[in-house]
């Protein structure tokens, strides 16, 4: 069994800046990779940032220098630093747990929902 849990989120202006944290529990040995992904209504789910446990990161083009994803291999947890916040980051961002970097998520968290008004 594993546990994601999300915290952070909100609503921010333009510019703006907010840090979603998540923290892994259970049976995560053999997974490598944390992360997150977002989703607007209507849209897929799409690839924000993942890091591997090395360190390794993967970051969408459209968030590169503005997001930054880090990892805390001790307390198996990994957090996104959001910054320069605009409109079109609007979703629901789910943190998720993977095997590697380049498999799909195994594991998903309930989401939490980011809101940037102009």
């Known amino acids: 069994q594993v546990q994601l849990e999300e915290s952070g989120g909100g609503s921010v202006q333009a510019g703006g800046s907010l840090r979603l944290s998540c923290a892994a529990s259970?049976?995560?040995?053999?997974?490598?990779?944390m992360g997150w992904f977002r989703q607007v209504p209507g849209k897929q789910r799409e690839l924000v940032a993942a890091?591997?446990?090395?360190?390794?990161?993967n970051v969408a083009d459209s968030v590169k220098g503005r997001f930054t994803i880090a990892r805390d291999n001790v307390k198996n947890s990994v957090n996104l630093q959001m910054n320069s916040l605009k409109p079109e980051d609007t979703a629901t961002y789910y943190c998720?747990?993977?095997?590697?970097?380049?498999?799909?998520?195994?594991?998903w968290g309930q989401g939490t929902q980011v809101t940037v008004s102009s």
């Open positions: 998720n747990l993977r095997s590697s970097l380049f498999r799909l998520p195994d594991y």
């Open positions: 259970g049976s995560i040995d053999g997974y490598n990779t």
């Open positions: 890091i591997t446990r090395g360190g390794i990161t």
